[in-house]
């Protein structure tokens, strides 16, 4: 495929992934059909699989879209493990992860919330979501594990139970309680994060 096409691939997916999301978010997944999807970006059905894959697969591309906003998501990952891993202290690799948590919860709380609801019908989103969870606790393994090489993780604590702890407290589902339901604002959990997981991890 020659860089032309690859653009007006890319392009494509784009347009099925903003449609998607336009249409999830004012009619929830279940609602939301693939042709619906198709009608809206202005492409074929089988376009839909052929670029992007099935309605689980729009949905986790919806969120990957949804936490990177502007960029990739594999820059955004890429440019919170170069902060920890450039952090001189403990308290630069808590106040990082503060950051970064609470920034992507926050892009992808809207969506988020699709996700969570699907799951509960689609088989494909549920384990999705299992292996995102999965993913998510592997990553915070590193983090754990950068804490443990500057001796700052509390005595007494595995990485994993540190990984564990830092999984609970950074749940998009821990956000959207704090943040939609108690009526905290985004700075508010930022904050919290940060107290908190200083207090459960040094």
């Known amino acids: 495929m020659n860089a ?13 992934v903003r449609a998607a999301g336009r249409l999830m978010l004012q009619h ?50 890429a440019a919170m493990r170069q902060r920890i891993d450039d952090a001189h202290s403990a308290s630069d690799i808590i106040r990082a992860l503060a950051d970064g948590c609470a920034l992507v919860n926050e892009r992808t709380a809207g969506i988020q919330q699709i996700v969570s609801e699907a799951a509960a019908v689609d088989p494909d989103v549920a384990a999705f979501e299992r292996r995102r969870d999965t993913a998510r606790l592997h990553d915070f393994g590193e983090d754990a594990a950068a804490l443990r090489s500057r001796r700052s993780l509390r005595v007494g604590l595995s990485d994993h139970e540190a990984a564990a702890a830092i999984w609970a407290l ?24 940060e107290k908190t997981l200083r207090g459960a991890l040094l």
Not at 4 to 15: H, P
Not at 51 to 62: H, I, P, R, T
Not at 172 to 180: D, I, K
């Open 4 to 16: 032309r096409r690859e653009a007006q691939a890319a392009g494509t997916r784009q347009d099925i």
């Open 28 to 77: 929830g997944y279940v609602k939301t059909s693939i042709g619906a999807i198709a009608t809206e970006a202005g492409v074929a059905v089988q376009t839909i699989y052929n670029s992007v894959g099935s309605k689980a697969e729009l949905l986790a591309a919806l969120l990957e879209r949804a936490a990177a906003a502007s960029g990739s998501p594999d820059a955004v990952a």
């Open 170 to 193: 950074a749940h998009p589902q821990c956000y959207r309680t704090l943040v939609r339901d108690v009526g905290w604002s985004p700075d508010t959990y930022r904050d919290w994060l």
